[in-house]
């Protein structure tokens, strides 16, 4: 977690603090006041990527309340934004996710919360004071990928109906093609049981674009198809690159992966000489 701290002057500078976890697992934070001599904006910039990190927030945000009566406004940039992917309640007794997060974020009053392109509108609904950076405006910061698209070297896949928004703006920007993906899905297991391509891949250099990548089973049962119909090179571009499972999975059938360091920091990734990695740094 980095937090600056902005005064009257608009400079920014860094702020120190000690935070360490109990062997209970409890979090404990605490800042020097000295620190925050001439404060007058807080900015917080997390990776809520875990429980821990959520929990040192929470405590962050009361300790600095706390110093300063609730005088000085905080702003949150959390790029990934945990709990997103359950929006909806598809199953008879799960909880509603992104609602429970959104809730806790929520209660700690953030004059303005960041985050890097949601998985749905149902987030930046649920969020008060939220601005959303989009995925479209989060690939043109790679050079590469604006040149490839612009000039018609790549055709875009949306992996899924719940892509397709998203790929059409991306498609619009740069007057790319459009190749849409379908799957189906066991909704008890997850398990995608069949992927369709509509339209024409053969000899096709093809970018599939997303938000969100895991495991990569989608993607990989999705570049299964497209290899077997034809398609030359496959890349993909998802803003949130989690890749659990290591970059080994996607070794001969995605050739190129581009990613934000809105999950890990750029230095963090583990690589593969058979898949090229780029990391677009917000």
Same mark, same amino acid.
Not at 240 to 266: C, M, N, P, W
């Given at each position: 977690?980095?937090?600056?701290?902005?005064?009257?002057?608009?400079?920014?500078?860094?702020?120190?603090?000690?935070?360490?976890?109990?062997?209970?697992?409890?979090?404990?934070?605490?800042?020097?006041?000295?620190?925050?001599?001439?404060?007058?904006?807080?900015?917080?910039?997390?990776?809520?990527?875990?429980?821990?990190?959520?929990?040192?927030?929470?405590?962050?945000?009361?300790?600095?309340?706390?110093?300063?009566?609730?005088?000085?406004?905080?702003?949150?940039?959390?790029?990934?934004?945990?709990?997103?992917?359950?929006?909806?309640?598809?199953?008879?007794?799960?909880?509603?996710?992104?609602?429970?997060?959104?809730?806790?974020?929520?209660?700690?009053?953030?004059?303005?919360?960041?985050?890097?392109?949601?998985?749905?509108?149902?987030?930046?609904?649920?969020?008060?004071?939220?601005?959303?950076?989009?995925?479209?405006?989060?690939?043109?910061?790679?050079?590469?990928?604006?040149?490839?698209?612009?000039?018609?070297?790549?055709? !875009?896949?949306?992996?899924?109906? @719940? %892509?397709?928004? $998203? +790929?059409?703006? &991306?498609?619009?920007?740069? /007057?790319?093609?459009? #190749?849409?993906?379908?799957? !189906?899905?066991?909704?008890?297991? @997850? %398990?995608?049981? $069949? +992927?369709?391509? &509509?339209?024409?891949?053969? /000899?096709?250099?093809? #970018?599939?674009?997303?938000?969100?990548?895991?495991?990569?089973?989608?993607?990989?049962?999705?570049?299964?198809?497209?290899?077997?119909?034809?398609?030359?090179?496959?890349?993909?571009?998802?803003?949130?690159?989690?890749?659990?499972?290591?970059?080994?999975?996607?070794?001969?059938?995605?050739?190129?992966?581009?990613?934000?360091?809105?999950?890990?920091?750029?230095?963090?990734?583990?690589?593969?000489?058979?898949?090229?990695?780029?990391?677009?740094?917000?």
């Amino acid at each position: 977690m980095k937090i600056f701290s902005h005064n009257s002057a608009g400079k920014k500078t860094i702020v120190n603090y000690e935070s360490f976890s109990f062997s209970g697992g409890e979090e404990h934070i605490r800042f020097a006041l000295e620190d925050l001599a001439n404060c007058k904006k807080i900015e917080i910039i997390e990776r809520l990527t875990n429980s821990s990190k959520i929990v040192r927030l929470m405590m962050a945000v009361d300790a600095l309340n706390r110093l300063f009566n609730d005088s000085v406004p905080i702003e949150l940039i959390a790029p990934y934004f945990p709990y997103a992917r359950q929006d909806r309640v598809c199953v008879t007794g799960e909880a509603l996710s992104a609602a429970v997060m959104a809730n806790i974020i929520n209660s700690l009053n953030f004059a303005k919360v960041t985050i890097w392109d949601a998985h749905s509108d149902v987030t930046p609904a649920l969020l008060n004071r939220v601005t959303n950076i989009p995925q479209l405006e989060l690939l043109k910061k790679n050079q590469e990928l604006t040149t490839k698209l612009r000039s018609g070297e790549l055709t !875009l896949i949306a992996p899924d109906a @719940g %892509a397709s928004k $998203k +790929t059409l703006k &991306i498609a619009e920007q740069f /007057g790319s093609e459009v #190749i849409q993906a379908q799957k !189906l899905r066991d909704l008890r297991t @997850g %398990a995608i049981v $069949k +992927t369709e391509i &509509i339209g024409n891949v053969t /000899g096709k250099n093809l #970018i599939i674009a997303d938000d969100i990548c895991d495991g990569g089973r989608t993607f990989i049962e999705l570049a299964k198809v497209l290899k077997a119909q034809g398609a030359n090179e496959i890349s993909l571009f998802v803003t949130h690159g989690i890749f659990s499972q290591g970059l080994e999975v996607f070794e001969g059938l995605i050739d190129h992966i581009y990613t934000t360091d809105s999950f890990r920091a750029a230095n963090e990734f583990q690589t593969t000489q058979k898949v090229t990695l780029n990391i677009i740094e917000g």
